[in-house]
């Protein structure tokens, strides 16, 4: 006799189709946390603004006098995340091809690179780059400088790196080897096999977590403000100084939060639909 | 290169291959004629699939020697993609290139391997897609087309090289029953027209009508050989025929 009650083994019950959509989902990121964030920030003006004497300047407008220069050091986060990102593709898709190359001292060195630059606090990765790098560079004659946010990005260049770097050999490697070997039946050469077959099947792989590592990256540019490049979280501590109202300070922080997400919230959207999109297929 | 039709386009001897401590091939010996269809039937696990491997080269044998169209296939100095060109393939999981349509996957290689010209590729590629009856389907994606029709796209691509044999992985293995047919017809048509061609397959009917050889592997060897008709009224070894019994 079969038990047909409730039971916890899975094989006992009927098998429904849509049952794999009863798995728990992450919760994805929607409008709704913006428009709590933003409550947030309203709260804690009022808050604020309760504070405030009445001689001084409201919180509100306070925060659109500093508008401007905060837009102004976050378009040079936005810049270094652009670049870093770029500069971290370039090296990074050549480093991941290493690392499934056929010569073993070109795979291995390869590997450690990968590993020691995914591995290493990207706080750490900065501060070298700083102290390392040279503060200008002669070329000819004159000596050009090197501004801080161009060492900072070359610094976050490197972990990306290292990450697109795993991208590539973890979404080569899912390729199934059927393909290989029918690309090999067919005598293209194992670069023309990797050119034609492997890589564009791989770019759409990569796009979701490439976008994602992007935004990662992104919110990461104001660790670049603990080595004194004057982005957007560096002015802010900069505007809470001159101000030297410590009712501020909770409203400021927030609407720079508020800054990210909303720069953010639509690459998070954008990934989650191409990696529905991708999974269907 | 010293080779005439009156000797075997493909002649496998005593081939061996392990893989670690697993025997795979045992002393392999086979011959295929040109314009020939073999049959190579036997239990999962016989070594089938790697003895059509070894055939092109996708896999290195230990010992042995197999020799197509008078080469030496294992031969270091041997040009393999030199090989290949003359031995088609074709596999179980049809292995289309799902980024390209059916059209592309048939010119690719002609285009890049061949180096011939694209519209002379396009006009036979299409005349492929109607040789295995598919004109109309050019521009589809693999995953648009039923199993059936992805293995004979897979065919015309494997034909599209121009090879002198061509190689059959159980290539009905993964399909629904109704369209095992169609796959068969294909490859049937391309045996009447004189295609060399080595079959692995357990489709016995099939195998009966249209083998001029059916080789029977266990275990890594050839336990015996004959045309069909013999080969399935009276064969001698007592593995076959409990084989056969459990198939037919």
Redesign the interface.
């Given at each position: 006799m079969i038990a047909t009650g409730r039971t916890d083994l899975a094989v006992l019950n009927p098998f429904r189709p849509g049952a794999a959509s009863s798995v728990p989902t992450a919760p994805s990121l929607n409008i709704r946390h913006g428009a709590i964030l933003l409550a947030a920030l309203m709260v804690a003006t009022g808050i604020s603004e309760a504070q405030a004497g009445p001689s001084e300047r409201s919180i509100i407008a306070t925060l659109i006098k500093w508008t401007p220069l905060l837009g102004q050091g976050f378009a040079l986060n936005i810049a270094m995340s652009f670049l870093a990102m770029a500069i971290g593709t370039a090296f990074g898709v050549p480093l991941g091809l290493g690392q499934i190359s056929l010569l073993s001292p070109v795979r291995a060195s390869s590997w450690f690179v990968t590993q020691v630059f995914r591995n290493s606090p990207w706080l750490v990765l900065l501060f070298y780059c700083m102290l390392l790098l040279p503060f200008e560079v002669r070329i000819g004659n004159s000596f050009v400088s090197v501004p801080g946010w161009a060492k900072a990005t070359f610094g976050l260049a490197l972990p990306v790196m290292a990450n697109v770097s795993e991208l590539v050999r973890g979404a080569v490697q899912s390729i199934p080897a059927g393909q290989w070997e029918a690309s090999e039946a067919l005598v293209f050469t194992r670069w023309q096999t990797l050119r034609m077959v492997i890589l564009p099947q791989c770019v759409k792989r990569m796009t979701p977590p490439w976008m994602n590592l992007y935004a990662i990256l992104t919110v990461a540019t104001p660790l670049t403000s603990v080595v004194g490049v004057s982005e957007a979280m560096t002015l802010t501590g900069d505007i809470l100084s001159s101000e030297g109202r410590p009712e501020l300070l909770v409203p400021m922080y927030l609407y720079l939060l508020l800054w990210f997400f909303i720069y953010c919230y639509p690459i998070a959207l954008a990934t989650v639909a191409l990696e529905r999109r991708f999974q269907v297929r | 290169m010293g080779w005439t039709p009156d000797q075997p386009l493909i002649r496998m001897r005593d081939v061996h291959k392990t893989f670690g401590a697993l025997t795979i091939l045992n002393g392999i010996s086979l011959d295929v004629m040109k314009g020939e269809v073999i049959c190579i039937i036997g239990p999962s696990g016989a070594g089938k699939s790697t003895l059509l491997r070894c055939i092109?080269a996708?896999v290195p044998i230990d010992r042995g020697s197999i020799l197509v169209a008078g080469q030496e296939v294992h031969d270091a100095k041997l040009d393999k993609?030199a090989l290949?060109?003359k031995v088609?393939?074709v596999?179980q999981?049809y292995?289309?290139?799902?980024?390209r349509t059916a059209l592309d996957n048939i010119m690719?290689?002609p285009i890049?391997?061949l180096k011939r010209d694209r519209a002379e590729v396009d006009a036979r590629a299409r005349a492929l897609m109607r040789k295995v009856r598919l004109d109309g389907k050019e521009d589809f994606y693999p995953?648009q087309l039923s199993g059936g029709q992805q293995q004979r796209v897979?065919i015309a691509?494997?034909l599209a090289?121009q090879p002198e044999a061509m190689l059959f992985d159980e290539v009905t293995g993964a399909l629904d029953p109704e369209t095992v047919k169609e796959v068969l017809l294909t490859i049937r048509e391309l045996a009447e027209e004189g295609m060399t061609c080595v079959i692995v397959t357990h489709e016995m009917g099939f195998a009966r009508e249209v083998a001029d050889q059916i080789y029977f592997t266990d275990r890594g060897v050839v336990i015996e050989h004959g045309p069909p008709v013999e080969f399935f009224t009276q064969c001698r070894d007592e593995r076959t025929r409990q084989f056969l019994s459990q198939i037919l």
């Open positions: - | 092109n996708l993609l290949r060109r088609g393939m596999f999981q292995n289309l290139f799902p980024h690719m290689a890049h391997v995953g897979a691509r494997s090289m």
